[in-house]
């Protein structure tokens, strides 16, 4: 168990602190002027760093440090400055200019120097001992030699030239209405069109007799195909089996019906004019 080394209140028998966390918040706690904090609260809100706020939260006036963490008391003038700057200084878009940089050319950047090839890859130049990067840029596609301070301004353009390839929203090809109105006359175009199913027997045949009374039978794709209707047979099949019904084979719920069928049906459509 061990104790604040600043004011000796114990610190429990597992930690291994030697301050308490009172003694470290009082340690933050920084004197700071009334200016210098009007000056951190007249900069707009997007200029407010993170050390600014931190010396506002660890000032004297105005500002306290408690015992559960930094409490912050700002005046409701104060505090009403801060939220409207929040929503009314907005950060300003950085535009960056796609330009050509590097030398299209075999030369050295630093020292113009002439190499024998185009290097396709990083090459330590023999004249002044510089590294020389070997890279396309944005503006033309083209290879070109750069410095490696120049590193940071090519991965900036191809940014802007990614960010400039995204289709805007106002320019989109194809708008809402127009998708809704070619999923309307595809719709009118196949309002008059139905799938239908047709029951067929194999050509080496079905085990199961009554079957052959469904050879040929043709029904929309929701309708049942029934033993005994729209056979070569006014009176049906003539079996037990007449008005028995299933959407497809093996599915009359009947073993003598499904077991062993070898039948299949065929998918077609009808249209109504």
Sequence with gaps: MGNCIVCGKSLGFFSLKNKCDDCKLAEQKKDISAEEIQKILDKPWSEVTI?????????????????????????????????????????PKKTIEITAIGNTEPICPYCNYQFKKFPLKKTKCPNCNNFVRSRKRPLDNKKVLLKEEQMAELAAQEWAKWEQ???????????????????????????????????????EGCPIEVHKFLDGQTRDANEFFTIGEDTWSTAGSGTEWDGYQAMCPKQFGEPALDDNCRCWIIAGWRKIE
Excluded: Y
Aim: hydrophobic letters at 30%; a positive charge; aromatic letters at 4%.
């Design 51 to 91: 050390n600014d706020r931190r010396k506002i939260c660890t000032s004297d006036p105005g500002f306290s440090i408690g015992k559960s963490g930094i409490t912050m008391r700002i005046p409701k003038d104060v505090a009403g400055r801060l939220i409207q700057s929040s929503k009314t200084d907005e950060i």
């Design 165 to 203: 390839s995204l289709p805007k929203r106002d320019s989109h090809p194809i708008s809402r209405e127009a998708l809704q109105a070619e999923v309307e006359r595809e719709q009118e175009r196949n309002k008059n069109i139905f799938p239908t199913k047709t029951w067929v027997i194999p050509p």
